[in-house]
């Protein structure tokens, strides 16, 4: 299984470098991080919302609606589904603390971005999950002279005890184990690729090639 971090798509020499990917190791089934910003896929995707997306998209798909501009992507947003045989659940944008605390009807324009309470809460009634993916980071594994991790991704290890949590948005390959749980923080797209073997959920790093133009 493909897996993949921050994709920031709309960028065209990101976008073919996310699509060549595609193209060069034909993928049956992947796994993305957000920020992703490109809806038509050449496989199945199952993805979280990031802090940077087209939110009129993200809204449908959060509707069960179907655009022209949408192909092979699932969204994962506070759900769950079965993908080669393992559960995989994930929260869909990042924290805010002046909207946690708001209805996610309340949010609007780019606000949308925001995960709130009632995304969390729903989050934490999945079960028997093996993979989470989340874009916000733990507390525990990151550092910038700061620890940038958010309570409510430290409360959703804890609620659902995931065997592995992905984690987008920062750009760093980083591993951690926290509250039980292994937490990878993966590198974006345009710099290293992973796969995932369903059956051991070993999860391995792979640098390419594939350079960005100038």
């Given at each position: 299984?493909?897996?993949?971090?921050?994709?920031?798509?709309?960028?065209?020499?990101?976008?073919?470098?996310?699509?060549?990917?595609?193209?060069?190791?034909?993928?049956?089934?992947?796994?993305?991080?957000?920020?992703?910003?490109?809806?038509?896929?050449?496989?199945?995707?199952?993805?979280?919302?990031?802090?940077?997306?087209?939110?009129?998209?993200?809204?449908?798909?959060?509707?069960?609606?179907?655009?022209?501009?949408?192909?092979?992507?699932?969204?994962?947003?506070?759900?769950?589904?079965?993908?080669?045989?393992?559960?995989?659940?994930?929260?869909?944008?990042?924290?805010?603390?002046?909207?946690?605390?708001?209805?996610?009807?309340?949010?609007?324009?780019?606000?949308?971005?925001?995960?709130t309470h009632e995304d969390v809460e729903q989050a934490a009634e999945l079960e028997d999950i093996d993979v989470f993916l989340t874009h916000e980071a733990p507390n525990g594994l990151l550092s910038y002279g700061?620890?940038?991790?958010?309570?409510?991704?430290?409360?959703?290890?804890?609620?659902?005890?995931?065997?592995?949590?992905?984690?987008?948005?920062?750009?760093?390959?980083?591993?951690?184990?926290?509250?039980?749980?292994?937490?990878?923080?993966?590198?974006?797209?345009?710099?290293?690729?992973?796969?995932?073997?369903?059956?051991?959920?070993?999860?391995?790093?792979?640098?390419?090639?594939?350079?960005?133009?100038?």
């Amino acid at each position: 299984m493909l897996v993949l971090g921050d994709a920031h798509a709309s960028d065209p020499d990101r976008c073919e470098i996310l699509l060549e990917l595609y193209r060069s190791l034909e993928p049956d089934r992947v796994l993305q991080l957000g920020d992703l910003e490109h809806y038509d896929l050449p496989a199945p995707t199952w993805f979280i919302a990031g802090n940077n997306e087209d939110f009129d998209v993200i809204d449908a798909l959060r509707s069960g609606r179907d655009l022209d501009e949408t192909n092979n992507v699932h969204l994962l947003a506070s759900t769950a589904a079965t993908v080669d045989g393992l559960r995989v659940a994930g929260l869909s944008g990042n924290f805010a603390p002046t909207r946690y605390d708001r209805s996610r009807a309340e949010l609007a324009g780019e606000r949308r971005r925001h995960f709130t309470h009632e995304d969390v809460e729903q989050a934490a009634e999945l079960e028997d999950i093996d993979v989470f993916l989340t874009h916000e980071a733990p507390n525990g594994l990151l550092s910038y002279g700061y620890d940038p991790g958010c309570e409510y991704v430290d409360d959703l290890l804890e609620a659902i005890s995931p065997d592995l949590c992905l984690v987008g948005h920062h750009h760093r390959h980083r591993e951690a184990e926290i509250a039980g749980t292994r937490v990878v923080g993966l590198a974006p797209a345009w710099e290293r690729y992973y796969t995932l073997e369903p059956a051991t959920l070993a999860l391995e790093s792979h640098e390419h090639d594939l350079a960005e133009r100038d």
